[in-house]
Structure formats: C-alpha cells, structure tokens
C-alpha cells in the first residue's frame, strides 16, 4: 500500500509540477575584483552559452581558468527510487528553471518568466542607499527596490530574500528604508546576510519543466543561490565564492542525498591539463601538465601557469549517529557535523577513454558520480584511471581520485595505507579533464534546508617553472581562505584604499558624489571652494556653467589614496558607468601596459593625464578590444579617462620608472 501512495502521488506531482518554463537567460557578472566571472540563471555558470569560456582571471586578461560549472543534487525517496537535478554545458536540455515553488509545490511559466533575473548588488551602493533613501533626487536602484524578499509590494517575487527589516514591521520596503541583507553593524552570520564586496542573487527550481538533462525525476528543490567576491590587496582579490541553501518543498523525504560541484576546468589552453585533489583541504583542483601553457595563443597562460580549483567552505549536516567522521577531524559523531567532500572524480568527454568514465548519460549515471560509481556500475577503485578496466586495486575501494600524499589517515581508502597517486603516477597524458566533487551522504526531509559553501580558488607561482608549484600556493589559499570564512569575512586584513567614486546627476544642476572605497575617514574638495567629510556627502549643486575639478581623498589605518574627476552642469545626461569599462594591466607599470575593454565593439576616445590634469595621450577608440600603450612619461600616478556617447569611465594608472 505504501508504494501504492507513493506513485499515486508521483503521479499527481508530476501532472502538477511541469509548467513548460521556457528556458531562461538571466545572467550577471560578478566582477569587483581580479576575477570577471559569468553566472546563468539555470546553471552552466561561467560560460556565455555560445561555447566560449566566461572565468576571467587575472580580469582584463583575456585568459580563463574555467570553462563551465554547475550544481548537481540526487537522493533516494522511500521507495528507494532516485530524484536527480544536474547540468553541465546546457547543450542537452534543462533541469533548473527561475523562480520560487509555490505552496502546491508547483511553478508556473509566469512565475519562471518573472524571476529570469540576477540582482547585483555592491556592498557601497547598499551602503549609499541606507545614507540617501529619503534625500531628494535620490533614485532607488532597481535591484534593491524590487529586492524579492517578504511582502515587497513593489515586486512580484516574494522568495525570502535576506533583509534589513528597519521599521521592523515583518515587511520588505525600500521606500521605507528595508536594505538587502549586509551587515554593517555588528557581527555577520554567513548562513543569512549577504557577503562580499559585491553579491549576485538569484532563485532556482528543478519543477518548471520534465528534467531534460538528467532525464531523472525531479526533487521539488527550491535553491537560493548567493555568488560573491571582495576587492582586497591579498589572495582574496583572485578568489569567488558560492552558497547555494536547498529547500525540500516536495513530496518526499530523501536519504543518502549528495549535492556536488561540477566543473570544465579550462586552464588557459584545455588541452594540457591535469587535475587531482587534497583530501584533508576538501579541494579539488586543476594544474598545466607542462611548464608552458599552451603553444603561444592570445587565451593562454604561457609561462608560470596557474592552478584553479574548487574548495568546500562549509556543507550540510551529517545524518546523525552514522559512525563516520564526515569532516574528518579526529571526532565522530560530534553535535553539528558537517559532511565535507566525500567524492572526487574526474570524467572524460564523449568519445575518450572507457565509455563508462565518460559524461554521464541520465539521472542514475549523475547519482552514481556524486557516489564514486562509475556509469557501469563499477565502484571507483585505487591507482591507474580508477576503473578496473584501467589496471586500479579492486580490492582497495576509493573515494577519492589523484590525491597525491594528502590522504594520509585513508579516509579515502577504508583506512588502508595507499602508495602516491597523481596523474602523473599513472602514466596519463595531460588533456582535456572534467571533474566533480560531491559532499554526502545526507538527509533531506521535507521542509528541510541544506546549505553548502564553496569557493573558486586560484593562485600562480611567477618565479619556479615546476607548473605544481602553483599547486602549493593554492594549498596556501584554500588555508588563508578557510580561516576567513570560519571568521564570517570578519576583520579582513587592513589593505591601503584605491579610491574610487561614483557621480549620478539626476538634474542639470544636483550632483550625488559616493565613495565607491570605504574608509576610515574622506574629503571631498567640490572645487568649487566647498568641502565635505562625509563617505556620501548630500547633493552638490554647481552655481556655474564650468567643469570643476572634484578630488575625493581616502584614508584608514594603512594608507591614502586621491580620486579626481571632472564635473559640471555641462556633463548633464552623461552619467558615469557604475562598472569598470576597461581594465588596466600590469599595473602598477614601468613601461607599457595594456588597456583591456569588457565588451566588444565599444567605441569612444580615450584620455591619459597626470596630477596636474594635463593631457599626456590621446586616441580614439573604435572597436578595438584590447590597446597597447608605451608610457613614455615620468613616473607617477595618472588616469585613464574613457569617453563614450552616454558615460565617461576613470580608472587609475600607477607608473614606476
């Protein structure tokens, strides 16, 4: 009788559920720092979908560490029949679509159509918004006016979003002063506020149409997605990072539930590289095979390339009293144990190797990646390419592959003391590697939600031509990153501020000046003869028709630094670009140095000048994606100044001799 009820209700959840989403294409860029990376509403993260890698990284350069990323998550209902929602590349069909599942646990096409949106949010222009929301000629910015959280009559999405509720009135409204969820006073709690320097946040469902990836059955899984990153002066200016909370909102119970990270590690060139894992560090990672990157192409590392992975942060809560140490800490069983990476595997494509190590095919071929079980059933074994087929121990089990020495204890191996690993131990050629790393298992029950952190972690070592050295400096980041999360991001090292503003001009004669950089303390020279102390300083008004020069200077305990721009009532209807436009490197430079725009085909003149406001070079720019300059002037600091038809952009240029 019970399996009875169980179909008669997959039956009707499956008449319900599917709503026929179309499939969607928001996406936004979390690009603050040294990385520009492209996230898809949906998945297929860091790609733009036309088969072109989007993890930029150094931002401006050209090359990328990743090809392509997403979320995998399967588990078994009480009858024992497994639910998957995964993706790769998006080139076979879908199982996420946009948006909140509603109280029947269904989506409907409005509903998908509706949330097919990422907002971007900058921790200064919140920060802005708390100083200016009742200032007139202020304007509410679109994603934090429409923020999808509680009762927010001014959006049509009502997800929950994390907010400040300011009146305290159970309701989310920017007009009343409600703020998205960053912590500005007091501590944070990573499991609720929002984090960075700039934050991306979407909502997903598996239940918006039939499950055209995996061909599995879907969950009822409701995912809020928070993508992250912040612009510091260490490690942490390469890195971004993820949390994805699940929530159960269908007819089932789970058990022996994973969620994983699926990962095209293109490093540069993709043809060149291995992968492998640190087991005691939760990292999976990608690595050159040889001491060049590639053979000398504009979107390759060449010289000193470096390694790339992806780190567990933080995942959800082990089963209770199931005898394992999940966290492998030296404690079982401990009150809140989480369940880190417990699977590592890499996979190839279509048409390489053992057809059953291949990408996976359907909803049983996933599940059984996310527990080390190769597509033919075949548990992954110690050694050679993990498959017995491949010469591995099949007497020795392994959860993990190509862990190298970091296994010391065999968590991996059933306590078994294993000889080294690597790729480069069995004899593989470098090429093109996929991998995933899954944490599990766990249970999921209705209701129920799972959070789980992770990072994308990168770091080059410029000095040894042995390209695993980079593998340590990235060892060396996944700990430096590990003890910032464990401390909530709290504190972050003191770092010399770059400054940077923003200007919007709502009216021909009212001038909103913002410091971008936070500080300890600002001063604002208007140069008009008026002053101003303050980070968001109230509405300037110009008495002239002339350009003034504006000079912000920002300081804190580590340094100083001076923005200069051009304002006045003549630059009325050119408002200035929130975003980079373009980014310079190297920089600082001794010589020359390289302009790199963000998109294609932009058109517009650029301008150098130094301190003194003089123009030292001048070009048009018509096109052109990339520009090269040869700096013959005294060293110093200059700008870099970008004028298009409908915004004028400003970077800083540092120049040593």
Request: proline fraction near 6%.
């Amino acid at each position: 009788m019970k399996n009875s009820t169980i179909l008669l209700a997959a039956i009707l959840f499956s008449l319900q559920g599917y709503s026929q989403c179309p499939e969607p294409l928001g996406h936004a860029y979390l690009d603050v720092n040294n990385v520009r990376a492209r996230m898809n509403v949906g998945g297929g993260n860091w790609t733009d979908l036309q088969s072109n890698p989007s993890y930029e990284v150094p931002q401006g350069s050209g090359v990328h560490s990743f090809f392509s990323n997403a979320l995998w998550i399967g588990g078994k209902d009480e009858a024992e029949q497994i639910h998957v929602a995964a993706m790769q590349f998006r080139q076979s069909g879908m199982d996420f679509w946009p948006g909140p599942i509603s109280a029947d646990g269904t989506v409907s096409a409005d509903v998908c159509i509706e949330n097919d949106r990422i907002y971007k949010l900058n921790r200064w222009g919140v920060d802005e918004f708390r100083h200016r929301f009742n200032e007139v000629g202020y304007v509410i910015p679109d994603d934090i006016m429409e923020w999808p959280a509680t009762g927010n009559p001014h959006s049509a999405t009502h997800a929950n979003a994390p907010f400040v509720d300011v009146n305290a009135d159970g309701i989310y409204d920017a007009t009343t002063g409600d703020y998205p969820a960053f912590v500005f006073d007091g501590p944070t709690d990573r499991a609720l506020h929002l984090l960075g320097d700039q934050c991306l946040w979407w909502i997903e469902n598996d239940v918006g149409d039939t499950h055209t990836e995996s061909g599995a059955d879907s969950l009822g899984v409701e995912l809020h997605w928070m993508s992250y990153a912040y612009a510091t002066c260490d490690v942490l200016n390469d890195q971004t990072f993820y949390r994805v909370s699940a929530t159960n909102k269908g007819q089932y119970n789970y058990h022996e539930t994973y969620m994983a990270v699926w990962a095209d590690p293109d490093l540069g060139y993709a043809q060149d590289d291995y992968v492998g894992c640190e087991v005691m560090r939760n990292l999976g990672y990608v690595y050159n095979g040889f001491e060049v990157d590639g053979t000398g192409g504009p979107q390759q590392y060449g010289a000193h390339p470096p390694a790339a992975g992806i780190g567990v942060l933080q995942g959800p809560r082990a089963v209770e009293n199931d005898g394992v140490d999940n966290d492998r800490d030296g404690e079982i069983d401990e009150w809140g144990e989480q369940v880190m990476m417990s699977r590592f595997l890499y996979h190839n494509n279509a048409g390489q190797g053992n057809p059953a190590t291949q990408d996976p095919n359907n909803g049983d071929d996933y599940y059984n990646y996310m527990r080390g079980i190769w597509k033919d059933g075949a548990p992954m074994c110690y050694g050679a390419n993990g498959h017995p087929s491949g010469g591995c121990d099949t007497g020795t089990p392994a959860a993990f592959m190509f862990p190298g020495d970091s296994d010391p204890y065999g968590f991996g191996t059933g306590g078994n003391p294993v000889p080294l690993w690597t790729e480069q131990t069995a004899g593989n050629v470098p090429f093109d590697r996929r991998f995933m790393l899954s944490v599990g298992p766990f249970d999921f029950p209705i209701g129920s939600q799972k959070t789980f952190h992770y990072g994308a972690l990168w770091a080059r070592d410029t000095v040894s031509n042995d390209p695993y050295d980079s593998v340590n400096k990235l060892f060396l980041v996944k700990d430096y990153v590990q003890a910032k999360f464990d401390a909530n991001f709290d504190n972050l090292d003191c770092c010399p501020p770059v400054a940077q503003m923003h200007l919007f001009q709502p009216e021909i004669n009212q001038f909103f000046f913002s410091s971008i950089t936070e500080g300890d303390s600002y001063l604002w020279d208007f140069g008009d003869g008026t002053s101003s102390t303050d980070r968001f300083p109230p509405a300037h008004y110009f008495a002239d028709n002339q350009v003034h020069q504006v000079r912000l200077v920002v300081t804190n305990a580590c340094g100083s630094d001076t923005a200069i721009i051009n304002a006045g009532t003549v630059f009325f209807g050119v408002e200035e670009e929130e975003a980079s436009v373009f980014r310079v490197f190297p920089n600082p430079s001794k010589n020359n140095f390289t302009i790199a725009f963000k998109e294609r085909g932009v058109q517009g003149v650029l301008e150098i000048r130094n301190l003194l406001g003089q123009s030292v070079h001048e070009q048009k720019v018509n096109g052109e994606r990339t520009l090269s300059i040869e700096a013959n002037w005294p060293a110093g600091n200059y700008f870099l100044v970008f004028r298009a038809e409908a915004y004028v952009h400003m970077e800083k240029l540092i120049l040593l001799k």
